[in-house]
Every structure is written in C-alpha cells, then in structure tokens.
C-alpha cells in the first residue's frame, strides 16, 4: 500500500514502512537513477536509497516492473540467502551508476557499452507474456531468483535508453540531488518544485536579505 496522499508534496513515498523516492522521472529507468541523489557531488552517503535488498525489491514493485506477490516472495527468499541478496544489492548499485552515465550521454558508445551486458542478459531471459491491459509484454521469469529485480530494472534501462524520450532527458540542479526525468515540453528545471525548486527559492531569498544588511 503506498502512503502517498497523507505524505502531501514531500519528495518521498512511505511502501509497507519502507522510505522511497518519489516517482518524477516520468520512465522506471530515471526512477531508478533517482533511487541515489547527490550526482554532482563527490560522495552523498545521505542519498542512498537502496539500502538492503528489500528496498531493492520493494522499488521494482512500486515501478510496476514487478508484481507485489513476487516482492513479498522475493523479500522471503532474500532473508534465507542473505549473501546472494547483498551481492545483487551491490550489482544493482553498480548498474544504476551505468545506467545513469549511459542516459546522460546515450550518443557515447563507451558509455552504452557497460550497461549492455546486462541488458543483454534480461533480454535472454525475457518471454512474451500476456500484459494486463490486453498486450503483450517482456516479463523476465520467477527462475531467475533474486536477480528477477536487477534484470527487470536492466530491460528497463535498455527501453529507456532506445526510446526518442531520452534526448528529452533532463537533471535537476538542485544540491544534494541530480534527479533525472523527462522534460516533454523543455520547461522544466528542478525534479520538484516542492523539493528542489523552494529550496532553491528559499536560498536565494535569504542571500538577498543577507546582501541587503
Ligand atoms: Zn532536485
């Protein structure tokens, strides 16, 4: 169940008592680029969201790239192989810091290169299955154990980065944040204006009064 509503214009959502960053990117690929905030910055230890696997799992579910009984299942399997959970932790990281660098600049072949062998791995073990809205969709299966989130989230990433949407891609300014979405009509400049964009509104005003006495 997502806390959404009661959270109000905060840039985070509350999923079965888990911390997740709100959904701004407008494709689960920049969501997932948005699960660490603080790009521009050496180092960010505060922007971390995907904090064990659970919330890596939990993530995928609230992206609609996996079904909640497979989160619920994955999470149960994850507690019985805590070593194999925390390897794909650190393989997800690994790859969204690919994924991100591939998105920011999609025409660097040196750049595409590093994510494709994942994305080539979802893609081998993708099946056809019937969507729920009538169509027909790439579903990776349940055989693939914990990776299932990992591998859902790299045939993402390859969908993102071959659509025309993603010269459309932008990244928020803001500090502490770097936040990627999708700026359709090329007037957007923060992730949010109720995170990002009043804290940059409050800053400016403030060095104003400060200029001013
Ligand atoms: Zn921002």
Redesign the pocket.
């Known amino acids: 169940m997502t806390d959404q509503d009661t959270i109000g214009d905060m840039?985070w959502v509350v999923v079965e008592g888990i911390y997740l960053p709100k959904r701004v990117g407008g494709h689960p690929a920049l969501d997932f680029c948005n699960t660490y905030?603080g790009w521009r910055e050496r180092s960010n230890p505060r922007g971390e969201w995907l904090r064990s696997y659970e919330v890596v799992a939990r993530f995928a579910g609230y992206v609609e790239l996996l079904e909640e009984t497979d989160v619920r299942r994955l999470c149960r399997a994850a507690l019985r192989d805590p070593e194999g959970a925390a390897a794909v932790l650190v393989a997800t990281r690994r790859f969204r810091t690919r994924v991100h660098s591939a998105v920011g600049e999609p025409s660097d072949a040196r750049l595409l290169g590093p994510v494709t062998r994942l994305a080539q791995r979802a893609a081998g073990e993708a099946r056809l299955r019937p969507g729920p809205d009538g169509a027909a969709r790439w579903e990776i299966p349940r055989s693939t154990g914990l990776e299932m989130p990992l591998l859902v989230l790299a045939l993402s990433a390859a969908e993102m980065l071959t659509s025309p949407e993603v010269r459309l891609v932008k990244s928020?300014?803001?500090s502490e944040?770097?936040?990627m979405f999708i700026d359709s009509r090329g007037r957007r400049r923060?992730?949010?204006m109720s995170?990002?964009?009043n804290r940059a509104k409050v800053r400016a005003f403030s060095e104003r009064q400060r200029a001013r006495t």
């Open positions: 840039h905030a928020c300014p803001g944040c770097g936040w923060w992730c949010s995170a990002c964009g």
